[in-house]
């Protein structure tokens, strides 16, 4: 079945520095890519989201790339902070479900 | 303003003992997801309604039962608890046309003894 690669699994950065996380897909028909946090016990939330006609798209601190040739994107975290420190999980919509990436777990130190 | 509330929070059963854990949502959407999610891991998608259209993944093992009733409530019933079954089960919800947001409930942390 589909398959969605995500790196790193655990990224520590300073604060104010950017994070990058990466997942890779294959099924090329998918058009709906989101970004989930979820911090420890919580629910996972939508912090931003693209679909496959669009390259780019921000929102403040955070921005997410697709390449849909190479079948990746990323998400970018500008000028961390610690209450960015969390798990993100990138998802991939195929045929109506959400597949999930690993996860990677971020922890931005003071 | 709640959207997608889970009942119970925590909840403890005995081995093989069964267990049905709800889900109720205020948005009237029309697909509700349910997920295990255990440590450290990404939540998995057990099952899911379109409307009142059931879909079962193919991986998800005969143990695990849902009912949905109405739009706004769906149950988890798991009829044998394991051990290994032990973990939160998330409730999700999206409106029509699947690749929106799906909105996660707060999620039941699942304990056997």
């Known amino acids: 079945g589909e398959n969605v690669e995500q790196h790193p699994s655990t990224l520590s950065v300073q604060e104010g520095d950017s994070a990058v996380i990466k997942c890779t897909y294959s099924?090329?028909?998918?058009?709906?890519f989101p970004w989930y946090k979820q911090e420890l016990g919580k629910r996972p939330q939508l912090i931003i989201d693209?679909?496959?006609?669009?390259g780019e798209k921000k929102d403040q601190r955070i921005a997410v790339t697709l390449n849909k040739t190479a079948k990746h994107f990323s998400l970018h975290i500008t000028e961390t902070q610690p209450e960015d420190s969390a798990v993100y999980f990138c998802?991939?919509?195929?045929?109506?479900?959400?597949?999930f990436g690993k996860g990677t777990k971020l922890s931005v130190k003071p | 303003d709640a959207m997608v509330i889970q009942n119970p929070r925590y909840q403890v059963t005995q081995f093989g003992k069964p267990v049905t854990l709800s889900c109720s949502q205020t948005l009237n959407h029309n697909v509700m997801y349910w997920y295990q999610q255990k440590s450290s891991q990404a939540p998995k998608l057990l099952f899911h309604?379109?409307?009142?259209?059931?879909?079962n993944e193919a991986d998800t093992p005969d143990n695990f039962q849902s009912r949905r009733p109405n739009t706004s409530f769906c149950f988890l019933d798991i009829r044998s608890p394991g051990l290994g079954d032990a973990a939160m089960y998330l409730c999700a919800t999206t409106g029509y046309g699947f690749y929106n947001e799906q909105f996660f409930g707060p999620g039941t942390r699942l304990t056997v003894l």
């Open positions: 309604y379109y409307d009142k259209d059931f879909n």
């Open positions: 693209i679909r496959s006609n669009v």
């Open positions: 099924d090329s028909a998918s058009n709906y």
């Open positions: 998802a991939l919509g195929s045929q109506g479900n959400l597949i």
